[in-house]
């Protein structure tokens, strides 16, 4: 099992940026691909980054590409999402994810964390 905790959303200006972190706990957190997915209202949730256990290598939704960038840190069983350049329409639910299993993070990860809210204002 995998526990995760996010932090760091909040309301912030259209332009601005935030820093998302997932604290996680349980099995070996470097043996974890990890990611970030988000829910707006009325709206599916939607993958938004991925990351390798190792850190290696990175996905992003082509809606976030050259203004969000994932990263870990496996010493502090940590994973981020720094958000620049944020948008009204980046206002969502952001959960962070993890599997064993790279390709499943990017669709339909096994853990999931609770959810923090990012608005981003007009």
């Known amino acids: 099992q995998v526990q995760l905790v996010e932090s760091g959303g909040g309301l912030v200006q259209a332009g601005g940026s935030l820093r998302l972190s997932c604290a996680a706990s349980?099995?070996?957190?470097?043996?974890?691909?990890m990611g970030w997915f988000r829910q707006a209202p009325g709206k599916e949730r939607q993958f938004v980054a991925a990351?390798?256990?190792?850190?290696?290598?990175?996905y992003y939704a082509d809606s976030v590409k050259g203004r969000f960038t994932i990263s870990r840190d496996n010493a502090k069983n940590t994973e981020y999402l720094q958000m620049n350049s944020l948008k009204p329409e980046d206002t969502a639910v952001y959960y962070c994810?993890?599997?064993?299993?790279?390709?499943?993070?990017?669709?339909?990860?096994?853990?999931w964390g609770q959810g923090t809210q990012v608005t981003v204002s007009s």
């Open positions: 994810a993890a599997d064993s299993n790279i390709a499943r993070v990017t669709r339909s990860p096994s853990y």
């Open positions: 349980g099995r070996t957190f470097s043996s974890y691909g």
């Open positions: 990351i390798s256990s190792s850190g290696a290598f990175t």
